[in-house]
């Protein structure tokens, strides 16, 4: 190394493109609404893959897409199809016994926060040093 070496980058362009070297490109975004929506999803594509030799697409998933520096929304293969679970935001099945809940993919830490708060703060949620906008599921996933 040199002492000109640089360890930092202040353009973000030059970032994401070291980051993301062989950048590809979503064919199409799709935001389902719920899990049944999901399942229709993935069968229509595995139907169409099924019945296509030449080209088929694969599904690219995030949740909201706000979880900076654990995922990205870009795809690392050909023919993607972003499918966006933010939307699908629902909290189930709450134990205020252990404190175990059942969520789903586009509900936020502060979602989550509030929820709690609401069943009397019990229990507090281990948020990372993220957004409050950003995915339970994508940070338990990947951490």
Known sequence: MTPSTKFYETD????????????????????PANTAQVQQIVK??????????????????????KNWGYSAQEPSFDNAILMKLSRIKELDNY???????????GVTQQNLYEY?????????MDATGSSPECSITISFFIN
């Open 116 to 124: 709690l708060q609401e069943q009397g703060g019990k229990f507090w």
């Open 12 to 31: 973000a362009r030059s970032i994401k493109t070291r980051i993301y070297c062989h950048k590809n490109t979503n064919k199409i975004v799709i935001k």
């Open 95 to 105: 134990d205020d016994k252990q404190g175990t809940i059942t969520l789903t993919p």
């Open 44 to 65: 229509k594509i595995n139907q169409y893959n099924l019945s296509n030799d030449d080209s088929k697409f694969s599904i690219s998933t995030v949740s909201s897409g």
